[in-house]
């Protein structure tokens, strides 16, 4: 079957953005997010059933393999009696294909829901619009495009994957006032910290949100980093470690099980030519939907020359190296900046 084109589809879907529906789609938008970290390969998804102007179901899905986000919200309706006088909500077009669960649009077809509202479309192959065309061949009043843009960005990860066939890229580096991100030389193998306990607890925050984390090889000689998560509770993300020539230590602590870990060595790819792409293409054919990279300057400059990233997030010490490994070079739009007790979070979208 051709795949049909998002005009195709919204000619003969309702696009009416009333600020009822804006107010409910938010909320699923709001479930959604309950699940970052913890659908991968899914995307995140939050659906309402709303009776009366009032909601009598919700729910989102929260791991892959189990009830996706529709089904929690019909099995949360008490009165299910109630369904075909109503309007189901969600962020995400439902599914229309069997996958690890059976598809949602045939769970809303078959509670006779009237009416549906959806964020925006799938860009899964499988889906793609076949869910909206399939509930309004069953007679369901769809509408479609409602909070598009908030709904597409509450699933980047997911969409880049699919559109772009390579991980969500998210470069994380933290650099001193003078504008380095490591002294010339250090007396242990151990991190020299430039940020506070906050912003360090926060990055461990986002290692539970992505999928993987990414560092060169100096980084693991120079600091011995588990780059897992355990000052969040969350998933630890899989270790993507670059090491051309295996000359990382045994012993380090990236090979301490407590993570899945990929080594990635001249076996698995070409370093003569372009790395960075040839890591997506790495990752893409692992099924990993996002990756952290956090170093080193080499590694960081690398996916920046090759404009293989999606945003940034730097931060800004108060100390002083006077001289030292020099932070990266980068343009990008800022999108968000603030404070984090005695540091400062400056992130960036790539232009």
Request: aromatic residues 8%; contains cysteine.
């Amino acid at each position: 079957m051709k795949k049909k084109s998002y005009s195709e589809i919204m000619s003969h879907t309702s696009k009416a953005a009333f600020t009822t529906d804006e107010k409910f789609i938010s909320r699923c938008i709001e479930l959604a997010q309950n699940g970052l970290g913890t659908t991968y390969p899914n995307p995140l998804v939050g659906s309402v059933i709303v009776h009366d102007g009032k909601i009598i179901g919700e729910g989102w899905h929260r791991k892959a393999g189990e009830p996706h986000a529709e089904v929690n919200a019909v099995n949360s309706v008490k009165d299910k009696t109630l369904l075909s006088q109503s309007t189901i909500y969600v962020s995400l077009e439902p599914c229309s294909h069997f996958g690890k669960t059976p598809p949602c649009a045939d769970l809303i077809i078959h509670h006779k829901i009237p009416n549906v509202v959806i964020g925006t479309i799938d860009p899964f192959a499988k889906v793609s619009g076949n869910g909206i065309r399939k509930l309004k061949e069953a007679g369901a009043n769809v509408t479609v495009g409602i909070l598009e843009d908030r709904c597409n960005a509450l699933n980047k990860r997911f969409f880049t994957f699919h559109t772009e066939k390579r991980p969500y890229i998210i470069l994380k580096w933290a650099e001193t006032e003078d504008g380095f991100i490591a002294p010339e030389k250090r007396d242990k193998q151990e991190p020299v910290w430039i940020t506070n306990q906050y912003s360090r607890q926060l990055v461990h925050k986002w290692r539970t949100e992505e999928q993987g984390i990414l560092v060169g090889t100096q980084t693991v000689i120079d600091d011995n980093p588990s780059l897992t998560a355990r000052n969040w509770k969350g998933n630890h993300p899989v270790r993507i470690v670059l090491d051309k020539k295996n000359r990382i230590s045994k012993e380090s602590a990236i090979f301490d099980n407590s993570a899945l870990t990929f080594l990635i060595t001249e076996t698995e790819i070409d370093f003569t030519q372009n790395v960075a792409k040839q890591l997506c293409d790495y990752l893409f054919g692992k099924g990993i939907q996002s990756v952290i990279i956090e170093g080193g300057n080499r590694t960081l400059q690398t996916f920046i020359d090759s404009q293989l990233w999606d945003e940034a997030r730097v931060f800004k010490g108060n100390s002083h190296f006077s001289s030292g490994i020099t932070a990266p070079k980068i343009t990008g739009k800022i999108i968000e900046e603030q404070k984090i007790g005695s540091d400062e979070l400056i992130i960036y979208a790539k232009l």
